[in-house]
């Protein structure tokens, strides 16, 4: 069973499934998507080179940091920057070939993107149990850190694996097909006419569902878990300051709740994204009420906007970042 409709009287606008949208609105997610790719391009070429001046070693949290940002850097090229080429109304389709393989690639990018997030917080949160670490731990040691490149390639390896049923389960339509299944890790409207296409509705409602779960309620659950973990671990710390010997150990607390405000706050921004995308698009999938269209559009600016807007926050409490930032807009 094909899970494409006729489109009958829901309005077209480029290609597929279209709310409506007004030239604000275009205009808005441009802005976004262009924030987006110039902001995380910004912090891989920054924090990358200070990466290799210190030998391929340096903070591991820098490695993390810009397997975040590079991630969500492919999602902007990929597939961010399509979508509002085709709000510019520049109709594009693409075989059932191609559909298949760039299904599979949005769905891959988009996952990788949620479980680097998650990666993060959950090194910060291993990072501040160390009560009195040993010096340069939480800097890496020089040379290349094996285990934690290890630790980023299976994520990127096992996100793989869950985005083949993308490049199985998908089809290229027409400008008059309309996509009745969505999910939040690959699309919330068709792009390049490639749409969902599962044998049955309860083969297409099990794999979302089963994706809501796994994929993107669980990693929201596990964050809000971490950063309150990692504000328990701060309270401890502080409590512990008094007692601890060494200014060295004693300087670290406020540094480690700086960083923490900052990776709160980028999990924070996440949470709202990511929450508001999930909610909105299984409202489509099991609801389908009134409210579908709008909610429809809501989650559409929800996907770009912790894209768009973590290398801001990152840059609030990275020092490389902030240096950059100055200098280039000294000049």
Known sequence: MDLMEDAGSTELVGMGLRVSVSPVQIAFYIILVLLGIMGNAT?????????????????????????????????????????????MGLQLYSSKEWCQFLMGIWVWLRSVSVWSTLFLSAFHLQTLR??????????????????????????????????????????????????????VSSTTRPLLGCVWNFPSSFIGLAYATTSMVIHET???????????????????????????????????????RRAAKVILALIMLFIASWGTS?????????????????????????????????????????????SFIKSALGH
């Open 218 to 256: 669980l990693p929201i659950i596990l964050m809000a878990l971490t950063n309150l973990g990692s504000l328990y671990t701060l309270y401890t710390h502080s409590r512990m300051q008094s007692s601890v010997q060494g200014t060295s150990a004693k300087k670290r607390v406020p540094a480690e």
């Open 278 to 322: 999930i909610i909105s698009v299984n409202y489509f999938n099991y609801n389908r009420g009134s409210s579908a269209e709008f909610l429809l559009v809501i989650a559409r600016f929800a996907n770009i906007i912790f894209i768009a807007m973590s290398p801001a926050v990152l840059a609030i409490g990275h020092r490389r970042l902030r």
């Open 130 to 183: 160390r009560v009195t670490p040993v010096m340069g731990s939480s800097h890496g040691a020089r040379g290349v850190p094996r285990n934690l490149l290890m630790s980023l390639g299976l994520v990127w390896f096992l996100n793989f694996i869950y985005s083949i049923p993308a490049h199985i389960f998908s089809t290229s339509g027409n400008e008059n097909s309309t996509e009745t299944l969505m999910l």
């Open 43 to 87: 912090v891989v070429g920054v924090i990358g080179q200070s990466v290799i001046k210190d030998g391929g070693g340096g903070r591991n949290s820098d490695i993390i940091i810009i397997n975040m940002a590079f991630s969500n850097l492919l999602v902007s090229l990929m597939r961010n920057i399509l979508l509002f080429i085709s709000d």
